[in-house]
């Protein structure tokens, strides 16, 4: 019997981290696809974050853009979890001007880290495309 609610009490654990990890990755698309659309307009950007949110089996709860930084909320529901998690994405130019240079120096060459140099090209920034998530957050 113990036996069985240990099984029990495991599935319920990879449930609720499944459905975290959905949120996450669809936020993190979602934020992404926001942030390229962002010069076309809010309407248009939360537009392709709704699409590619629902892609990814979750839905948009919440989508902002400022100038070119777009701020989502995405929720998966697995089960009897349904967890939120937040987005942040923007162009490697913006997102340099207000992270610390030891966070943005990933993918820079250990000779230029900690000088505040940005890296350039579009693969520069976490191994992503030209837009990369600056910030997760997970708000159940």
């Given at each position: 019997m113990a036996l069985c609610a240990v099984f029990a009490l495991v599935l319920e654990l990879g449930q609720a981290v499944t459905a975290?990890?959905?949120?996450?990755g669809a936020a993190d698309l979602a934020a992404l696809a926001a942030?390229?659309?962002a010069l076309e307009?809010?309407?248009?950007?939360?537009?392709a974050a709704r699409r590619v949110a629902r892609a990814q089996k979750a839905v948009l709860v919440r989508c902002t853009v400022h100038g070119?930084?777009?701020d989502v909320?995405?929720?998966s529901s697995l089960g009897r979890y349904a967890p939120s998690v937040r987005?942040?994405?923007a162009p490697?130019?913006?997102?340099?001007?207000g992270?610390?240079?030891?966070?943005?120096?990933?993918?820079?060459p250990p000779s230029v880290r900690g000088r505040g140099v940005p890296p350039a090209g579009p693969r520069a920034v976490a191994g992503r495309s030209s837009f990369a998530s600056a910030t997760s957050h997970r708000t159940v």
């Amino acid at each position: 019997m113990a036996l069985c609610a240990v099984f029990a009490l495991v599935l319920e654990l990879g449930q609720a981290v499944t459905a975290r990890h959905r949120a996450g990755g669809a936020a993190d698309l979602a934020a992404l696809a926001a942030a390229d659309r962002a010069l076309e307009g809010p309407e248009a950007a939360c537009a392709a974050a709704r699409r590619v949110a629902r892609a990814q089996k979750a839905v948009l709860v919440r989508c902002t853009v400022h100038g070119e930084i777009a701020d989502v909320v995405a929720r998966s529901s697995l089960g009897r979890y349904a967890p939120s998690v937040r987005a942040r994405a923007a162009p490697p130019s913006v997102r340099a001007r207000g992270v610390p240079p030891t966070v943005r120096a990933r993918g820079v060459p250990p000779s230029v880290r900690g000088r505040g140099v940005p890296p350039a090209g579009p693969r520069a920034v976490a191994g992503r495309s030209s837009f990369a998530s600056a910030t997760s957050h997970r708000t159940v």
